[in-house]
């Protein structure tokens, strides 16, 4: 009876020693890492479109070949523009624009042209440009690129109109024609998909020109040249 009294507190002990001993142990190893699962990765998506409001700006230069001196002058206008961008990465992309210009051509320089109403004409002037797109400033976006236009005359008509010195242009005909073009831009992102756009695009356009008037025929060219200054809005998908 007394030997079990004398074991019992004693194996009470023990037991307490060995699990502050177990507690310590436990104290002097590092905390195992809490797990996270990896973040999920967003798909890329290359798609970006913008809708701008279009200036465009001519250089107002030209010439008939039969009239020594002469000039050509054609108008500005205003339109709307719609661009479509693909990306092929983060930095390379391909954008190409479309929309239509309507511009007045008359005559400038020698008597015979000045004044002259040559015509009328519609424009449409795909742009297709390589891209690179600058990603170290955060939601400023710039770009810089360079490409080829092709612009396509249509619904074009003649002045039939006399200037002072009795010309008139009975018509007249742009002939379609490529051209080299660069661009430099930004957008501003507001969040991931939606952002403001400014773009300025130089075209080096300069088409041939042929007409029939009341003195015979004119033949030429129109340096159009025109800066192409847009600003809009942005989509990214």
């Given at each position: 009876?007394?030997?079990?009294?004398?074991?019992?507190?004693?194996?009470?002990?023990?037991?307490?020693?060995?699990?502050?001993?177990?507690?310590?142990?436990?104290?002097?190893?590092?905390?195992?890492?809490?797990?996270?699962?990896?973040?999920?990765?967003?798909?890329?998506?290359?798609?970006?479109?913008?809708?701008?409001?279009?200036?465009?700006?001519?250089?107002?230069?030209?010439?008939?070949?039969?009239?020594?001196?002469?000039?050509?002058?054609?108008?500005?206008?205003?339109?709307?523009?719609?661009?479509?961008?693909?990306?092929?990465?983060?930095?390379?992309?391909?954008?190409?624009?479309?929309?239509?210009?309507?511009?007045?051509?008359?005559?400038?320089?020698?008597?015979?042209?000045?004044?002259?109403?040559?015509?009328?004409?519609?424009?449409?002037?795909?742009t297709l440009t390589l891209q690179y797109h600058f990603t170290n400033f955060g939601a400023?976006?710039?770009?810089?690129?360079?490409?080829?236009?092709?612009?396509?005359?249509?619904?074009?008509?003649?002045?039939?109109?006399?200037?002072?010195?009795?010309?008139?242009?009975?018509?007249?005909?742009?002939?379609?024609?490529?051209?080299?073009?660069?661009?430099?831009?930004?957008?501003?992102?507001?969040?991931?998909?939606?952002?403001?756009?400014?773009?300025?695009?130089?075209?080096?356009?300069?088409?041939?020109?042929?007409?029939?008037?009341?003195?015979?025929?004119?033949?030429?060219?129109?340096?159009?040249?025109?800066?192409?200054?847009?600003?809009?809005?942005?989509?990214?998908?």
């Open positions: 009876m007394n030997s079990r009294k004398v074991l019992l507190p004693s194996l009470v002990a023990a037991a307490l020693l060995g699990g502050a001993a177990q507690q310590a142990l436990a104290a002097d190893l590092p905390p195992k890492p809490a797990y996270k699962a990896a973040p999920m990765a967003e798909p890329f998506n290359p798609w970006m479109i913008r809708v701008r409001a279009l200036g465009v700006v001519t250089r107002n230069s030209g010439y008939v070949d039969q009239v020594p001196g002469s000039g050509l002058s054609t108008t500005d206008t205003v339109v709307p523009e719609l661009d479509i961008t693909y990306f092929f990465n983060k930095n390379w992309a391909a954008e190409l624009i479309l929309g239509v210009t309507k511009h007045h051509i008359t005559g400038t320089g020698a008597a015979a042209t000045n004044g002259l109403d040559v015509g009328k004409a519609w424009l449409l002037p795909p400023f976006k710039p770009y810089i690129g360079a490409g080829v236009n092709y612009t396509v005359f249509f619904g074009q008509s003649a002045g039939n109109v006399a200037n002072g010195a009795g010309v008139i242009v009975t018509s007249s005909h742009l002939k379609n024609t490529f051209a080299p073009a660069a661009q430099i831009g930004f957008d501003y992102m507001i969040d991931k998909h939606w952002g403001i756009n400014v773009d300025v695009k130089k075209i080096w356009l300069r088409p041939e020109w042929d007409g029939n008037s009341n003195v015979g025929a004119l033949t030429g060219k129109v340096n159009l040249d025109p800066w192409l200054i847009g600003a809009g809005v942005t989509y990214k998908f």
